[in-house]
Every structure is written in structure tokens, then in C-alpha cells.
């Protein structure tokens, strides 16, 4: 029974007992096929073996010591973290909120050292940055933040994919200090912008001096087809968060910055507990060495590419279907009405999918997907819609 459980969540009828690559068993033994990855986390599957050995072995020998002293593993894991993306200086956390209150408080810092009072970030509408106040606030979902008033302040809002929006506040305000987004937007509905936008976002912060911050919470680590999705045009931003994939699991999430921003965080200013203690990174380790030996960044890209024909091969001109979309693995169905229930559809089938921004069927499998499964994907997903458009 959950009665002792706050009721945070809706949850599905189900439990899942064991899993294994892109498969879970619940508890009476049924199969399902998880095109979702617990939230884009498990890009390596369920219990991967080298992910497993990699936690045994670490757990054996140390899990925690606390940031009080060094941590080789975390230097480890930050060396390798900046060569993938080019970033300077990381600060690990335990979570995507709060790799995004590094970034704000980073923002924060830059502000009062350029003697900006009231220093604010400019955020999009339909963005998700986390459930903390100052990442709620952040948030461009109403639903995220009604009854936790007051919010916090130095916030502006703009529309998402839309350069102009960006330059209007630029024009009118002269206490923004950055602009953070993602290059994708997850929860929003995998809202891809405009060729072209996170380097226009660049020109503008750096005719500004203002820092850009991207949120690849959802984004980073393989998933789009790249390490990150900004590294799909050319440009370098300022902070980048990660979280999500990291740790296929284990809880763990960076802040990554790069120039002035990387030098904003001091003894004193910032700080937690657990973040980057010797499990979670050695587990982080594990995740990256895995997904640079089995190839499967350029797996997500061409897998994403077959699953998004798959798609439109079997349902575009069906009527209901608006729109085909995605990046990499992350994969977008819109449809012209809402369709939660497509998700408990889904679940009695044996498949997990996600259902966003109310109308979109959101596909989000690991990056450890073969070819075979990725049609199994299609022909499922597909015909589950088509099944509830022709009701
Ligand atoms: C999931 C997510 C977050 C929040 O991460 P938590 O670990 O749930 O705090 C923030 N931003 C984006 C883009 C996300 O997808």
C-alpha cells in the first residue's frame, strides 16, 4: 500500500521488479518493451553489466567521503566531462533542479559583479527546468508553479524559437544578465527551434555580455545524435546542465560552465552534500566509457532518423496526426486532441511510452536500442494511434 506516500504522483498501476537492456518484468512477470528509459535516464538499458560491476566494485570500496576532501573519480569524471563539451569547470549536484540552481546562482554572481542590483535571466514559455522555487519560476508551464506564490524574482519570459522576442527585451530592459534554454524542449512537447536559433541566441549574449545557459537536462549525453544538441550548430555557450542520462540511474547532475562563468562559483557560495561522491561518479564514468565504446551517440542519430520515417512511413496522412517531429531519440507524435490515456493503453500492451504538453506521444527509448526494436517501436506506437484516432 502507498498510504504512507505523499501523493506527489499519479502513478500507473504497475511495478517493475527487474530489468534488463530495454526490457522490464513486473511483478507478476509480464514483459514490457520501455521506449521511455525511465525519463531519458537509462540510455544503457536497464542493469547494464558494466554500469552493475562498475557500482558493485565501487560500493565495495567507498561511497562517500563528502566534498570536505578531494575526490579522484569526480576530478575524473569533470576532466572527461569538459573534453566532451568543451566546458572549463564543472560542479556536480544530485539532480536537474538543481544543476539548474547552480546555473541561476552562477548568473546571479555574474550579475553583482558587473554591479547589476536586480540581475535577471530571460526563459521561454512551455520550458521545463525543475520543481525547486527559482526553477519552477523558471519554468514556462503555469501548472508547474500555481500555489507556490510568492515566485522568485528576476525572471522574463519570451516566447520559445523566437530571436526577435529576445532582442525586444534587449532593447527594453538592462538588468538581464542571461538567457537559459533548451535546445530542445522535452516536457514542452519536443519543441525543435529553427535551424539557426541557439547561434543567434549567441550573438545576441555576446553583443550583450550576457551569458547563455542551455538546459540539456533532457538533451545531453547521446541522446539528440551529438554529446550535446548545441554541438549540432556551431557555438559554445557559457553553462550547460546535465543530468538525467549522467548516472543511467544513480542520481547525479552537473553544472558545466566555460570563460567568466566557470570562475563565478567560490568556497562559501555554493555547495551539497552528496554531489559527485565516489559512487555516482564512478557510476557516471562507467555511463561515458559505454557510451564512447558501443558507439551509441551516432547510434541515437541514425536509430532517431529510422524511428521518425518509421513514423511517417506508417501515419503521416492519417487523419489526427499533426506532426511528426524529433532529435535524435527524443521523438514527438502530435496529435490534434488530447490523448493521456494512450499511456495506460500503451501499459496494458506491455509498452511504455509517455504522453506531453497533453496532445504529443512522446518516445524517449535508450540509446542501447537495436533496429529490431526500434520497428517494434514503430509498429506498436503506431498502431495505438491509429486505434485511438479511429475510435
Ligand atoms: C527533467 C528535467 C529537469 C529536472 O530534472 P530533475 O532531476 O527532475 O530535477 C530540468 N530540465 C529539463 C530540461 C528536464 O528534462
Redesign the pocket.
Known amino acids: 500500500m502507498a498510504d504512507h506516500l505523499m501523493s506527489t504522483y499519479a502513478r500507473l498501476p504497475v511495478q517493475f521488479d527487474r530489468g534488463n537492456g530495454i526490457w522490464l518484468w513486473d511483478t507478476e512477470g509480464r514483459q514490457y518493451l520501455d521506449a521511455l528509459s525511465g ?2 535516464v537509462c540510455a544503457l538499458g536497464h542493469a547494464h553489466p558494466n554500469v552493475t560491476r562498475a557500482l558493485a566494485e565501487q560500493a565495495a570500496l567507498l561511497v562517500h567521503t563528502s566534498n570536505l576532501y578531494g575526490i579522484g573519480l569526480q576530478e575524473e569524471l569533470a576532466d572527461r566531462l569538459c573534453s566532451l563539451s568543451g566546458m572549463e569547470r564543472v560542479f556536480f549536484c544530485n ?6 540552481e547552480a546555473a541561476i546562482k552562477i548568473a546571479r554572481l555574474y550579475g553583482h559583479s558587473r554591479e547589476i542590483t536586480c540581475p535577471a535571466i530571460i526563459v521561454m514559455e512551455n ?6 522555487l527559482a ?1 519552477l519560476t523558471a519554468t514556462g508551464n503555469r501548472k508547474v508553479q500555481a500555489g507556490f506564490e510568492p515566485l522568485v524574482r528576476g525572471f522574463i519570459r519570451v516566447p520559445f524559437n523566437d530571436l526577435a522576442a529576445i532582442d525586444a527585451v534587449a532593447e527594453t530592459k538592462n538588468d538581464v544578465v542571461a538567457v537559459l534554454v ?1 535546445p530542445v ?3 514542452g512537447g519536443i519543441n525543435i527551434p529553427d535551424p539557426g536559433y541557439l547561434e543567434g541566441i549567441r550573438k545576441i549574449c555576446d553583443s550583450r555580455s550576457w551569458l547563455m545557459m542551455l ?5 545531453g549525453i547521446g541522446r539528440t545524435g551529438k554529446w550535446f544538441a548545441f554541438q549540432h550548430e556551431s557555438l559554445s555557450p557559457d553553462v550547460v ?1 546535465v ?2 542520462a549522467l548516472g543511467n540511474g544513480v542520481p547525479i ?1 552537473t553544472c558545466m560552465a566555460h570563460g567568466v562563468a566557470a570562475e563565478m562559483l567560490q568556497p562559501g557560495t555554493h555547495g551539497t552534500t552528496f554531489g559527485g561522491n565516489p559512487l555516482s561518479a564512478r557510476a557516471a564514468l562507467a555511463v561515458l566509457d559505454c557510451i564512447e565504446s558501443e558507439n551509441l551517440v551516432a547510434n541515437a542519430g541514425i536509430l532517431g532518423q529510422k524511428l521518425r520515417t518509421g513514423f511517417i512511413d506508417s501515419l503521416s496522412g492519417t487523419a489526427g496526426v499533426v506532426d511528426i517531429r524529433g532529435s535524435g531519440l527524443m521523438i514527438g507524435i502530435e496529435l490534434d486532441r488530447p490523448c493521456g490515456e494512450l499511456v495506460r493503453t500503451a501499459l496494458d500492451r506491455g509498452l511504455l511510452i509517455n504522453v506531453t504538453a497533453e496532445r504529443v506521444v512522446r518516445l524517449l527509448p535508450p540509446l542501447i536500442t537495436t533496429d529490431h526494436q526500434a520497428e517494434m517501436i514503430v509498429e506498436k506506437v503506431s498502431e495505438l494511434i491509429q486505434e485511438f484516432l479511429a475510435e
Not at 539532480?95 to 539548474?100: L, W
Open positions: 525519463i531519458a539532480s536537474g533542479a538543481e544543476a539548474n520550458s521545463f527546468h525543475g520543481r525547486t526553477t533548451e524542449q522535452g516536457e538546459d540539456e537536462i533532457q538533451t546542465t543530468a538525467k547532475g
